[in-house]
């Protein structure tokens, strides 16, 4: 076989990740188990043995080799050191990645160089929305916020910016919202207070946020219409999505941007507040689903 037909193995977790997305609907049934566990759980990837991963998997240890070898790598400690690379990426400080990128673009004009990355990371987030967004699923979307008596917006950590903008764009529009988010700890005594006529919007990207996945499983079982803004279709809040969004944001030296999931956000809130004032809210209201057994 001419070796360049072989595609060339993930140099790093974006790009493994981008390969598990890209053949999620033609994995076999368990390596889609496998690797919906992997996605989720990549620390576990990293450091855990072959056996506890297929026991929390919920597979056979060979299911786990199975997973590596269809993605092309020899074996599935060799995929395993993608993980353990990413681990020590993501832990590395803040002051780690400004060395990093002091050496890439330092010296006279740096400052520049720095904006210049940004920027172009950003385009790179909003090129793609732009090709992939669908627009069913949009529309559907507006539709469903804009029929709820109070929309509830959970984000933590790195997405909160865009629950806050969210909060202040709807209350600016007069939309009734409710950002669960409270300092003296209450947020279970706000989420007691949705029903079924309100709608969640839940914003989280890996490394998820545990609380806002935990809040969005509440609310599912509730009965309350959970619409997620995440970044993988194995996203744990996918399983409790009414409709969800994929939404890709490029990096610049570790620092991922939000421009594409801000560009969403504002999206939602002006079609919203335009279809409130045309007085159509609702007429495609997704039904809460009901827990799964």
Do not use: C
Request: net charge neutral; hydrophobic share 45%; proline share 4%.
């Amino acid at each position: 076989m001419d070796d360049r037909s072989i595609p060339a193995l993930p140099r790093d977790f974006d790009g493994l990740r981008s390969l598990i997305l890209a053949r999620r609907q033609s994995l076999p049934k368990r390596i889609a188990q496998v690797a919906a566990y992997a996605l989720d759980n990549p620390d576990e990837i990293a450091f855990g043995t072959a056996a506890s991963i297929a026991d929390a998997a919920g597979v056979q240890p060979s299911t786990l080799v199975r997973f590596a070898q269809h993605l092309g790598f020899d074996g599935f400690t060799s995929l395993q050191s993608v993980f353990r690379e990413r681990l020590r990426e993501r832990n590395s400080s803040y002051e780690e990645r400004l060395n990093a990128l002091r050496a890439d673009v330092g010296g006279n004009g740096a400052n520049h160089r720095i904006l210049e990355g940004f920027l172009t990371a950003s385009g790179t987030s909003l090129d793609l929305m732009a090709r992939s967004i669908d627009e069913s699923a949009l529309d559907r979307a507006i539709a469903a916020l804009a029929g709820a008596e109070t929309i509830y917006i959970l984000a933590r950590r790195r997405s909160f910016p865009i629950a806050s903008y969210m909060a202040y764009a709807l209350g600016k529009l007069g939309v009734r919202n409710q950002l669960v988010e409270s300092a003296a700890g209450l947020s279970p005594e706000i989420l007691s207070f949705a029903t079924k006529r309100d709608v969640a919007l839940a914003v989280s990207f890996s490394p998820y946020a545990a609380e806002t996945i935990d809040e969005a499983r509440l609310l599912f079982e509730r009965g309350v219409p959970v619409i997620a803004i995440t970044d993988s279709a194995f996203s744990p809040l996918v399983q409790f999505a009414t409709l969800w969004f994929e939404v890709a944001e490029a990096d610049f030296g570790g620092f991922r941007t939000l421009s594409a999931t801000m560009a969403l956000s504002m999206a939602l809130a002006v079609g919203i507040g335009e279809a409130r004032r045309d007085g159509k809210p609702g007429k495609d209201r997704p039904r809460g689903k009901s827990p799964r057994s």
